[in-house]
Structures are given as C-alpha cells and as structure tokens.
C-alpha cells in the first residue's frame, strides 16, 4: 500500500487533489489507475484509506474511504546537525525520518564549511522516509543556524552532545532515566572547536556522551544517537 | 596522521613497499613526500609510525620507525547482511567497519534478488573505513552463502534476529547480560520469508529483538544493531 503525506485536513467524505509530483508518482511510476487505493496522513488526523478519482492524463483526485489508524506522535525527539557534506546531510535526513526524530535543526559551527543548504530538497527527502516508514508524522526540516545562536535561544530541553574528545558516559547510560523529550548534538566531520566545546561542557542542560572508541562519521554518529536515545528513553523501550 | 592497513608483518627495523594503490594515494592524492610520517596496522602488531622512502614516481617504501600503540581488537561481532543494492550495501560495509564489527557475512535469502557481489570492492571499502575509524584491524568479508547452509553449519554463537513482524523484546533488553560474542542478521528490503522466520525463531541460538515501532530500511536497522549491540554487550560499555 502507498503512503502519502498531504497538506490537506482528513474527515469522512473529503476529497482532495493530488500534488503534481504526486499524481506523476502514482499514474506515471506506480501505473495505479482509477479505483486503486492509497493510504494519507498529514501528521494530524491519522491515516486514511483512499481510492484515486477523475484520473486523466493530468493528474488525480484522493476520494477519502475509511479512517483506518488514530494518530500517534513520536516523541518530542530533535536532531541538530552541522552542515555536513549533500550526501552525508541527505543521509541522516533519511535516517532521522526512519528514526523517529520530530525535527532536524540544521547548524553552522566554526568547522562547518557551508553556510547553507537546499532545505525544500531535505525536507522532501524527509517526507518521502516518512511515507516509507510507516510513521504519521513527518520530521520537520528548520533553516540552518549558527551555533551560538542556537544555544543563546535555548530553553532547558537535555542536549545530548556527542563529545569524542571527553571522558563522557556511554550515552544508554548517560540519558537512562531522563525525560522523553530532547535533542541530539552532531558536529560537523571536523568536530567543534575547542571553543565550542568548552560553552557546551559548561551548559546546564547539555549531557556529554560517548559513542564508543572509534572516529565516527558524522551519518554514523547520527544514527547511533538517535537509536541510543530511542532505545533509552524514546519508543524503542 | 594518515593510517594505513598492510598486510606485511610490522616489527623494529622493517622496511614495507607500499603498494601501487597506497603509493597512489600517498603520493599523488595526499601530496606527501620523503620523510613524511603514516601509520600502519596489519589487525595483528599494535599499530606503527612509518616514514616514506625512496620516493620515486613509481612508488615509495615505507621504513618503520616507532610502535605507537599495542593491538586491541574489539569483540567478535559479525554481522550476517542479506545482498541488497549495491549503493545501501556499501554503506553498511562501511559502517560496519566503523562499529567495529569484526566480519561482514553476505547472505542470500529467499527474497534477495541478487546471487553475487564483488566481495574485493566490499573489502576495499571495509579497509578504507577501518583506516579512518582508527581501529586496530578491518572487517573480514564473506562471500555469500544461503541462509539454509549458514544455519546448517552454525555453532551455538547468539545470532541477533531483527524480527519485524514479531513481538520481541527491545534489542537493548533482549542482549543485556549476553556474551560480548555474537552474530546480527540482517534481511533484505523484503524482508524474510514466513518459512525462514519459523525456522529462525525455532532456533535456540536466535535472539529475536524489536527495533522499535517503525519499519526500517536494511541499512538503518544494520546500524542500529550494530550500535545497540555494542552498547549492550560490546565495547561501548
């Protein structure tokens, strides 16, 4: 069954357009035609059944059939990343989704070598790993900001900082216990800056963690920490 | 500092010729040039400081000149991956290389569409991310089996099974207290199929284990198993 994320409110008897790309998806790629069902959610309303309408070469309309899962968050779980390489970036992205990240924050350190990236396309990426995985929500994709920025506007959410060079805990134990609402920290292939490292150390709500004893890739960190909280105090317990 | 994995012997007084592939590298990639510094391990003498000599366009040898660090090597975990597309494959060989796993067994089931790989490119990639990851030795990779034989010819050694149709326990949970030894299975994108899951779960070797309430593509759940293993039961403890 595919699965799609619209805009558009869900309730008995709507029927909604769908997107250009979408349409092209559908009638284009997956040669679905008029009758044949599909699933929507919109992060809101939980998940639908619905049968493609008015098919002509220009697209299709989603005829609302039958309510068939409540919506169900994840939990409040961040993911703030530097600018790392499109691939890498691309990467966890995908992998946030799959994961169960509400947001990815998008971060300008001083080892960061870019100061922007294509938003729009990770937020595609993001929402197309959603479709894919089975969630009802999509993780939404925020505009890159510099770090001291970032930890200026901060409240006290825990800050999961993924600190190489420290003696910090491994992270199952460091986050064992605490809320079920939080961020993750990852640094660009560089790592931060001695600088950096310091405010984070000294900041209340950042927890310093290790990610074992070998250099990981910015992607790999990523998905170890978002598995580790996950498996600590998110859905995966 | 540059790392290098060789397969030569590396004791006081050696003197290696790097190879056409490394010389490359050294050379014209990385721009280095006589008396320049790598480091070396071959997964078996601790890791060593080497200088470039007898520089030519053809090649350099590399002249041992300090050991720098003793031989660790990390726990005997494998991870057992069904033969997926080539590009996600990849990755999990290189991540499994940075979470330490100590071989990479492919595997053919009855929903893999692929029967071969080039197992030399897999190994190229392996040793490249044990370079970088700072590790002591590199993963092995296995050409592949079927699932039938690999079960046929396994001893007791726990094989970590990604169930996700089933009702196991967290993977977190389900591992503590286990051996630091120890097998994960990974399916392909189709998962595996019902007579292979009976079999499986038959099994008194098989620790089924839930990663979370999504569904997970095969890299993700490669290196999320990866990292709850070493968390659990490995070196991240």
């Known amino acids: 069954m595919i699965r799609l994320f619209v805009p558009d409110d869900l309730k008995d008897g709507a029927v909604l357009r769908a997107s250009a790309e979408q349409s092209h998806y559908l009638l284009g790629v997956m040669r679905r035609s008029a009758g044949d069902e599909v699933a929507l959610f919109n992060g809101r309303d939980g998940e639908w059944r619905a049968a493609l309408r008015a098919v002509t070469k220009k697209g299709c309309d989603l005829a609302l059939t039958a309510k068939t899962r409540e919506q169900v968050n994840g939990p409040d779980l961040e993911l703030v990343v530097a600018l790392v390489k499109r691939a890498r970036l691309e990467t966890i992205v995908e992998k946030a989704a799959e994961l169960g990240a509400a947001r990815v924050r998008l971060l300008i350190t001083q080892f960061t070598n870019a100061d922007h990236t294509n938003v729009a396309r990770l937020q595609a990426i993001a929402t197309e790993a959603a479709e894919q995985t089975g969630r009802l929500d999509r993780p939404q994709i925020i505009s890159p900001v510099k770090l001291a920025a970032l930890l200026d506007g901060w409240s006290d959410r825990p800050l999961m900082?993924?600190?190489?060079?420290?003696?910090?805990?491994?992270?199952?134990?460091a986050l064992a216990g605490g809320p079920a609402s939080g961020a993750i920290l990852i640094g660009p292939e560089g790592g931060f800056s001695p600088d950096e490292r310091a405010?984070?150390?000294?900041?209340?709500?950042?927890?310093p963690v290790s990610l074992g004893p070998r250099i990981l890739r910015a992607d790999t960190a990523a998905i170890s920490a978002l598995t580790l909280w996950q498996a600590a105090v998110g859905d995966w317990r």
């Open 161 to 173: 900082f993924c600190d190489e060079a420290g003696n910090a805990k491994p992270a199952i134990e």
């Open 199 to 207: 405010r984070l150390r000294g900041l209340p709500y950042v927890i």
